[in-house]
C-alpha cells in the first residue's frame, strides 16, 4: 500500500542552521515520484523539489536538497542555511505511475526558525 | 508565466447549497488534480483528469463531481453541502500523468456553514 511517513511533527530551528526533515515511503511500484511542499499559514501548496525513482543523481533546488535513499525508501529533505521565512509546514508526497495519479501526502512537519 | 489559478479564493455557502470551484492549469499542462485538505491534514486526493477524462478518483462521495474543459480548465462540484466540506480545495497541474512534476494553486478555502 501506498504510504509517506514523516515522523517530526515539530522542530525548532536557529535561523542559519541547515534543518533536515524526515521522509520515508513505502511502494511496490518500480516507478514513482516523490515531492516536497512548503504550506504557509496562506494555505498555498508551494513546489520545492522532486525526485523520480529512477534519477540517479539526488535533486537540488538552491537552498532545497533531497537526501535520496531508494534502498531505505528514504527521501528527506535538507534546507541548507535556513531563513526566518522557512517557517512553515512541510509535507513530503509520492505519486506511482502505476496509479491512478494521485499523490499521497505525509502528515507533515511544522518547522519553525528562530531568530 | 502564470502558475496554477484557482477562482474563488474564499467561500461561505449554507448546508445543502451547491458549490463550484475553478481551476486553470500552467499553460501547456493537460492534467488536473483536486484534492480537499482539512485543517491539520494532508491533502487528500478527490479527482484527477487528463485530456478531459477522468482517470482517477478518491473516496469521497458522489455529492462531489468534476469536469476538464478542451482549455484543460477544470471545474469541482460538490452537491448538497455538509458542514464537514469545509476545507481548502487545491487543485494541482502537471503536464501529463503518472510521475513528474506537479504544481498546485493557492487554493479555495470554503467554509460551509
Known amino acids: 500500500a501506498q504510504k509517506i511517513t514523516q515522523t517530526q511533527p515539530g522542530m525548532f530551528v536557529q535561523e542559519k542552521e541547515a534543518v533536515t526533515l524526515d521522509c520515508t515511503y513505502d511502494?511496490?511500484?518500480?516507478?514513482?515520484?516523490l515531492f516536497w511542499y512548503k504550506q504557509p499559514s496562506s494555505g498555498e501548496m508551494i513546489f520545492l523539489i522532486y525526485?523520480?525513482?529512477?534519477?540517479?543523481q539526488n535533486a537540488t533546488e538552491g537552498r532545497y536538497s533531497l537526501n535520496f535513499q531508494k534502498a531505505r525508501k528514504s527521501a528527506n529533505l535538507v534546507i541548507s542555511a535556513s531563513q526566518l521565512g522557512d517557517s512553515a509546514m512541510y509535507f513530503c508526497?509520492?505519486?506511482?505511475?502505476?496509479?491512478?495519479?494521485?499523490?499521497?501526502f505525509g502528515k507533515g512537519t511544522r518547522l519553525h526558525i528562530l531568530p | 508565466d502564470a502558475g496554477v489559478t484557482q477562482s474563488p479564493t474564499h467561500l461561505i455557502k449554507t448546508r445543502g447549497q451547491h458549490v463550484t470551484l475553478r481551476c486553470s492549469p500552467i499553460?501547456?499542462?493537460?492534467?488536473v488534480s483536486w484534492y480537499q485538505q482539512v485543517l491539520g491534514q494532508g491533502p487528500q486526493f478527490i479527482f484527477q483528469?487528463?485530456?478531459?477524462?477522468?482517470?482517477g478518483r478518491g473516496n469521497f462521495p458522489d455529492r462531489f463531481s468534476a469536469r476538464q474543459f478542451p482549455n484543460y480548465s477544470s471545474e469541482l462540484n460538490v452537491n448538497a453541502l455538509l458542514l464537514g466540506d469545509s476545507a481548502l480545495y487545491l487543485c494541482?497541474?502537471?503536464?501529463?500523468?503518472?510521475?513528474?512534476?506537479?504544481?498546485f494553486g493557492q487554493g479555495t478555502r470554503l467554509t460551509v456553514v
Open positions: 508526497a509520492m505519486r506511482e505511475r502505476n496509479r491512478d495519479d494521485k499523490i499521497i
Open positions: 499553460s501547456g499542462h493537460k492534467s
Open positions: 494541482a497541474s502537471s503536464l501529463g500523468t503518472g510521475t513528474g512534476e506537479a504544481f
Open positions: 525526485q523520480g525513482s529512477y534519477d540517479q
Open positions: 483528469y487528463y485530456e478531459k477524462e477522468e482517470r
Open positions: 511502494t511496490s511500484d518500480p516507478s514513482y515520484g
